[in-house]
């Protein structure tokens, strides 16, 4: 459930589950969701995720989200929001960080653009590690192009468990409206006193809101008296009437920027030895054209090859695999030894999968690739019949079936032999019945 307070600009968000209360500011995470959107679009195909750390304070049953800090993830594995060893190292120094505000880290956030509100496994590791305390949240954001972004709070219960699969109670994060500026207020170019400032480093660069303070207004102007019909014969003021076309003006403005246009087309042309060869580097293909990324299917089995000569592989330290194929993208880390065998093979549960490809150089750039592979599944038949195994299978069922008639004439005989024992016993009974009637005396 969700209350705003338009006047302190605050929200609550509650779940009958979370042991205590979440408020936040409603700037901070707006200018969270600007930051988010900003990196969903700066790549094809589902942009870059960020993250950082939410500020505040923990108060007993209640919990303040007021700030927050962005966290510059170097994305070394890819476009998601996984943390390399020096984006650790940069996350402890800002967590090791005090506010001068008296702001602790109250918990993290981070976006999914490619999967839904969730926390993964390695989410609920780097929460579990730097994150331990009870009353420590995590936010997700899932941007959209054409709807409003979505978020949810995770937390711990009072076990200590974290329902991670998806938020008890997730969330719409809408745009805050614009705010005018107070009438005779101009607005200022840079915050003075009176000006409240919130600082947060996005993705490229620092992110500064500044929300004014609404100054003392005085007393209106009066108001003009209604101007009485003029009449019509009356000639309009200077003010009103067209101005008069000036082109021996307008023809020396034109002739002056075409003159300062060839001027500088001339002067480009003579140092085009400065700027050309850096001007053919920015627009030079990218390295992940030189990749050779590809899928081929061989009964459901995927083989996903790229150019393992090429000078991006023979130059990487290492590279992350990333297959879209779910749900959740799988990330598969290829050492150099494995990206220079140039293939692997991956068996694929849907029909459409994308793969990506990004290659880490020596100097800190990347080389990527990406393709995709549409193909229905093949149907599963069984595996062809081993002869061995049938004729084995065939011998051990006539070896049953002779064992099957043995055990039936063993049955028969021990029938027999039974019924004989009682013929037998029946006639020795008879015989000792007839020789103790002959041993009696008679009478």
């Not at 949240?137 to 009072?158: S, Y």
């Not at 209106?220 to 009103?240: G, K, R, T």
């Not at 990527?368 to 229905?376: D, E, I, N, Q, V």
């Amino acid at each position: 459930m969700i209350e705003k307070d338009p006047e302190n600009a605050v929200a609550t968000w509650k779940a009958p589950e979370c042991p205590f209360t979440i408020e936040y500011s409603l700037r901070a995470l707006d200018d969270i969701r600007l930051a988010v959107m900003d990196a969903f679009f700066s790549l094809p195909r589902g942009g870059a995720e960020i993250g950082g750390i939410l500020l505040g304070q923990s108060m007993k049953r209640r919990l303040v989200i007021e700030d927050y800090v962005a966290l510059d993830c170097e994305h070394a594995y890819g476009p998601s929001f996984a943390l390399s060893p020096r984006d650790q190292a940069r996350l402890a120094e800002l967590l090791a960080e005090r506010n001068p505000d008296r702001l602790k880290p109250v918990g993290w956030y981070h976006s999914h653009t490619r999967s839904e509100i969730f926390l993964s496994e390695a989410d609920q590791d780097l929460h579990n590690r730097c994150f331990p305390e009870p009353w420590q949240v995590a936010l997700v954001l899932k941007p959209h192009t054409f709807h409003p972004t979505r978020a949810g709070f995770f937390f711990r219960e009072t076990d200590g468990s974290i329902h991670g699969t998806a938020s008890y109670q997730e969330f719409v994060l809408a745009p805050l409206p614009v705010r005018p500026v107070p009438a005779g207020v101009a607005p200022a170019t840079e915050p003075g006193p009176s000006a409240r400032l919130r600082h947060g480093p996005g993705p490229r660069g620092p992110v500064i809101t500044v929300a004014a303070e609404r100054a003392a207004q005085g007393p209106a102007p009066p108001a003009e008296p209604a101007s009485e019909a003029l009449p019509a014969d009356l000639p309009l003021p200077n003010f009103l009437a067209p101005p008069a076309q000036r082109k021996s003006r307008w023809f020396v403005v034109t002739g002056l920027a075409i003159t300062i246009g060839l001027a500088i087309a001339a002067a480009a042309y003579q140092t085009r030895y400065l700027w050309l060869p850096g001007l053919m580097a920015a627009i030079r293909p990218a390295p992940e054209l030189s990749i050779g990324l590809n899928a081929i299917d061989i009964d459901g089995q995927l083989q996903i090859q790229w150019d393992g000569n090429s000078s991006a592989v023979r130059q990487a330290t290492d590279a992350i695999l990333e297959i879209d194929d779910g749900p959740v993208p799988r990330d598969i880390q290829l050492d150099a030894r494995r990206l220079k065998a140039g293939t692997i093979t991956y068996g694929r549960q849907g029909e459409r999968v994308d793969i990506k490809l990004a290659i880490r150089l020596p100097n800190g750039q990347q080389a990527r690739g990406a393709t995709s592979f549409l193909g229905k599944l093949p149907e599963r038949k069984p595996p062809p019949e081993d002869p061995e195994i049938r004729k084995q299978r065939d011998q051990l069922a006539q070896e049953a079936a002779k064992l099957r008639s043995d055990l039936a004439a063993e049955v028969a005989r021990t029938r027999k032999l039974a019924q004989s024992l009682d013929q037998v016993k029946k006639v020795l009974q008879e015989q000792q019945r007839k020789r103790l009637d002959n041993q009696s005396p008679e009478r």
